[in-house]
């Protein structure tokens, strides 16, 4: 496996990603909502990777749009670390790639816009491209 490293903007949140494909394999996708494009947030998962966030404090949680996924923030700096998705007790979320170190490895960035999806086919793409999620 190998294992990346990151955190929030104060450093209150570490964020790991551990995958079995190189960082520079991987494009994040950059989702066209008014939410995600006002943060400048761009997500990377893998259904066959882990996302781990480490909180000194624990995670504010928001919910926008359709409410069906939670954005997970640094409550003291306000940085989006990830979204994630709960179901039948197993996590499966996207993390911010930006605040990795390697983030210059990826390659260049998609637009995705899942604000397009009905409800049922959102929760069917994030099984099929999410990473498992564990948040401590
Ligand atoms: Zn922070």
Redesign the pocket.
């Given at each position: 496996m190998h294992q990346y490293f990151g955190k929030?903007?104060?450093?209150?949140?570490v964020v790991q990603f551990s995958s079995r494909k190189e960082i520079s394999s991987y494009t994040s996708r950059k989702c066209d909502c008014d939410y995600c494009m006002q943060r400048g947030i761009e997500y990377l998962s893998d259904p066959h990777s882990q996302i781990t966030l480490i909180a000194k404090t624990p995670l504010k949680q928001e919910k926008q749009g359709s409410e069906q996924a939670t954005f997970l923030l640094?409550a003291?700096?306000q940085?989006v670390v990830g979204v994630g998705y709960l179901n039948e007790g197993v996590s499966v979320g996207s993390l911010n790639v930006r605040l990795l170190d390697e983030f210059d490895h990826l390659q260049k960035s998609v637009v995705v816009s899942p604000k397009t999806l009905g409800k049922t086919q959102k929760v069917r793409r994030w099984r099929e491209l999410w990473s498992q999620l564990f948040a401590k």
């Open positions: 929030c903007g104060c450093g209150n949140v640094c003291k700096c940085t």
